[in-house]
């Protein structure tokens, strides 16, 4: 009988690979998105793959990024994501499609649009367009130029997949906002990727 580990990479190397075939008919494009949000969200249905005692907990502090599958090209990139409470990013772009899938727990999700013409490097301004929580077996999905915002306001930690067309230390174009300022600046690597 399989374990769950070799369960787990199994659905997640059959997952990969229907995204794979995604991007291959329809390009990156919101119809290829939501096949891929299609494809993640019954990933993370199967909670049974992802039991917490098989992965570190996020804490006040860390958050924890798994890497669970990425093509050799550093491509197709899946990541398990443990947010800890009160977690919150600024507003940021990937420079690459990106879908985020729940497993568990809530991560509220606010999506922004540029207000000004891009003219000034270093000056940029967004507002908030719309806002969504993604809670279990439900998924968001950005087109590469899309800028978002993550909040945990939840108590426990939150476990969610994280799927990028590029490995995010592939992603060195990325910029964040400062909301009071007006500014950008380039959006660090993820040093915590495991």
Do not use: C
Not at 147 to 159: G, Y
Request: charged share 25%; proline share 6%; glycine share 8%.
């Amino acid at each position: 009988m399989a374990t769950t580990a070799e369960r787990r990479a199994e659905a997640v190397a059959e997952t990969v690979a229907k995204v794979r075939a995604i991007e291959a008919a329809k390009g990156i494009t919101p119809e290829a998105l939501d096949g891929i949000k299609a494809a993640l969200s019954d990933l993370a249905r199967r909670k049974e793959l992802f039991p917490r005692s098989d992965f570190p907990k996020a804490d006040l502090n860390n958050d924890i990024f798994i890497r669970l599958s990425e093509d050799p090209d550093k491509r197709f990139a899946l990541y398990l994501n443990s947010g800890s409470p009160g977690k919150q990013t600024p507003p940021h772009n990937h420079t690459t499609w990106a879908v985020i899938a729940g497993i568990e727990g809530s991560e509220h999700n606010k999506v922004y649009r540029r207000t000004d013409d891009g003219s000034v490097p270093g000056k940029g301004t967004v507002e908030v367009d719309f806002q969504v929580d993604v809670g279990e077996g439900e998924a968001i999905g950005f087109m590469p130029e899309d800028i978002h915002s993550i909040h945990v306001l939840t108590d426990a930690p939150i476990l969610h997949l994280h799927m990028y067309g590029q490995g995010l230390e592939q992603l060195r174009g990325r910029i964040y906002f400062d909301q009071a300022n007006g500014t950008y600046s380039r959006f660090p690597s993820h040093p915590d990727i495991r």
